[in-house]
Each structure stands twice: as C-alpha cells, then as structure tokens.
C-alpha cells in the first residue's frame, strides 16, 4: 500500500479567505479542492484563481455534478482543474459524457460516494473507464452522528477490488486516519480540520506524522 496523499479541501464562502489558506497550506498539501460552497459563491474564477495560485499542484473543482457532465466537465478542465466530481446519483450517460470530455483534456472523473449507491454502479462506472471514486461522510450525516464503522471499511475493500482509487473525506482528522490502516487510500480529504484550526500547518504537520507512522514515507 502507498502513502496516500493529502488534499486540501476549501469550501469557504469567498475566494479572499479560500486564498488566504491556500497561502498558509499550500506547500503542506499534494492536492488543492475548490470545494463545492466555494465554486457555488465564487463559480469558475474559484478553480481559475487555485490553477493560478498553485501551478504546480492537482487541482480539483468539487462540482458534483448530477447532469450536463460534457458541458461541465469542458469548463472545468478548461479552468485548470485536473480532476472533477461527478455525484453516484448522475446517470451513467452523464459521467461517461463528463469522463469522455476529461480524457480530451488529460483530467479525471471522480465519483461521489454519498446516500445509495451499488456494486453494481461501481463497475459500471469501472467499464467505461473511471477510475477514482471518493468515499464520502457528508457534513450533515456527520453532523448527524454518523461516524465511520466496519460496514464503511469492508465497502471501501470491494471497490478497491472494482479497481476504483479510493479518496476518503468527511470530518477527517489527523486522529481519525488509523481507522483507516487497512485501506488502499489515494488520498485523504481534509476541510475543516485545516481551515477552522488556531494553528492549520501545525494540523497539516499532524496529518504528515500519521500518515508516516501509518503509511512510511513517500
Ligand atoms: C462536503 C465536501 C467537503 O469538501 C469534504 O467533506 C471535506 O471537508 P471536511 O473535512 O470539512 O468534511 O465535499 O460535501
Ligand atoms: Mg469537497
């Protein structure tokens, strides 16, 4: 198993503030999300503005897009994104519009993993060519109570098996990543964790110590 990596995922209201953290974390990170409340307040200049700012860094426009996945996916790869997400809810001509439209422009599709979803869709998804998938705890099932259990770990083994490159996101902490020691994880998610923290590159140095103590180095 690889070291995963980290991305930062920005979901502020304004680019000022998403930039602001871009500034203080950016050489902490292997990939920068314009996350989907950042894209919805900001719209194409978020993902325009993150190419510009970390030119030498994965971008990611967290659109969950649920149709017009060929429109969407050109703008966003076209603004500099690297991978964009489609949500498991779209129909399968949607993602296979968004992820034809990714290969012309050298990006990914990733599939949002929330609410119903099945093996099925997973290699469906798989046979016409996705190849990332991004296992999701949403903000209000978290807020909810929900946590991660066994039932989350042994789904997260059969889509490795699909052939899907796992990312994991929701509520994760530097404390929370050795739930997830037997996991083939591309990378971890963070949000709040970084941007809401007193002192973020003190938590992002926490991140890389786990992820060392767990994983190895790169
Ligand atoms: C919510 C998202 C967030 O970007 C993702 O959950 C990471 O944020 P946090 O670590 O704050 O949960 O896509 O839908
Ligand atoms: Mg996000």
């Known amino acids: 198993m690889s070291r995963p990596l980290l991305q930062l995922a920005l979901d502020h209201t304004d680019l000022h ?3 602001r953290d871009v500034e203080l974390l950016a050489g902490h990170v292997d990939i920068v ?3 989907t409340i950042l894209c919805l307040n900001e719209g194409l200049q978020a993902v325009r503005s993150l190419r510009t700012h970390c030119p030498d860094k994965i971008i990611v426009a ?3 897009v649920a149709d017009a996945g060929e429109a969407l996916a050109q703008q966003a790869f076209s603004a500099g994104a690297n991978w964009m997400t489609v949500i498991c809810a779209a129909p399968l001509a949607t ?3 968004a992820h034809q439209a990714a290969v012309q422009q050298n990006g990914e599709v990733q ?4 609410g119903n979803w099945t093996f099925d869709d997973a290699r469906a998804w798989h046979s016409i060519g996705i190849r990332q998938a991004i296992y999701h705890r949403g903000r ?3 807020a909810s109570g929900q946590s991660w259990g ?3 770990l042994a789904r997260m083994k059969v889509l490795s098996e699909i052939g899907l490159a796992l990312s994991v996101t929701g509520g994760i902490t530097p404390e929370s990543l050795t739930l997830f020691r037997d996991i083939n994880v591309k990378a971890f998610i963070a949000g709040r964790a970084l941007t809401t923290a007193s002192q973020p590159q003190q938590v992002a140095r926490a991140f890389h110590q786990q992820l060392t103590d ?3 180095e790169y």
């Not at 599939?111 to 929330?114: G, N, P, S």
């Open 111 to 114: 599939i949002e993993l929330f």
């Open 62 to 64: 967290d659109w969950k």
């Open 140 to 142: 209000d099932a978290q």
């Open 33 to 35: 999300e314009a996350g």
């Open 214 to 216: 767990i994983w190895g």
């Open 17 to 19: 503030h998403a930039l």
């Open 150 to 152: 066994e039932a989350d």
């Open 95 to 97: 993602v296979e519009k």
